[in-house]
């Protein structure tokens, strides 16, 4: 992986470590990943940028998103809490931007775990240059 790359802002994609995505699985059982490609897809159903989980249903599913942390990453937010009011789980790995306004109008409707340390994405040799955090929309009552 090419290192210099990840820590620019030349990329969005930052591949979930597999250690930390097991340890969400074996609470969630995980059975879609909604934003994924064939080298870094968790789940073995999962929507690829040319599929576009955007435009896709999620529910009822037990979803895992890493989405692209750019610009986009609004849109992703805001689909996952929709879903969750169709009756989606979505288990959201997300930069821990606790000052943006995608924080605000979606992660703070969601659990909240903020990540102890700087996740190391891919195959980095050292931690990624943000906080993180796992935020869970559970499905409407």
Same mark, same amino acid.
């Given at each position: &992986? !090419?290192? =210099? @790359?990840?820590?620019?802002?030349?990329?969005d994609?930052? *591949?979930?470590?597999q250690?930390?995505?097991?340890?969400? =699985? *074996? %609470?969630?059982?995980?059975? @879609? =990943? +909604?934003?994924a490609?064939a080298?870094?897809? #968790?789940?073995w159903?999962?929507?690829?940028?040319?599929?576009?989980?955007?435009?896709?249903?999620?529910?009822? !599913?037990?979803?895992?998103?890493?989405?692209?942390?750019?610009?986009? %990453?609004?849109?992703w &937010?805001? #689909?996952?809490?929709?879903?969750?009011l169709k009756?989606?789980? +979505? +288990?959201? @790995?997300?930069?821990?931007?606790?000052d /943006?306004?995608?924080?605000?109008?979606?992660? &703070? #409707?969601?659990? %909240? /775990?903020? %990540?102890?340390?700087? @996740?190391?994405?891919? =195959?980095?040799?050292?931690?990624?240059?943000?906080?993180? *955090?796992?935020?869970?929309?559970?499905?409407? #009552?």
């Amino acid at each position: &992986m !090419n290192t =210099d @790359l990840m820590f620019s802002s030349a990329t969005d994609q930052w *591949a979930t470590p597999q250690s930390f995505f097991n340890e969400w =699985d *074996a %609470i969630f059982r995980f059975e @879609l =990943d +909604v934003c994924a490609d064939a080298q870094n897809a #968790k789940c073995w159903r999962y929507f690829s940028e040319q599929d576009n989980g955007l435009y896709q249903d999620w529910a009822p !599913n037990r979803c895992w998103m890493n989405p692209p942390y750019g610009r986009e %990453i609004r849109r992703w &937010m805001q #689909k996952a809490y929709e879903e969750s009011l169709k009756g989606a789980t +979505v +288990v959201c @790995l997300v930069p821990a931007r606790t000052d /943006t306004a995608w924080w605000h109008d979606y992660a &703070m #409707k969601g659990e %909240i /775990t903020f %990540i102890r340390g700087r @996740l190391k994405f891919g =195959d980095a040799k050292s931690g990624a240059p943000f906080p993180s *955090a796992v935020v869970v929309f559970y499905p409407a #009552k």
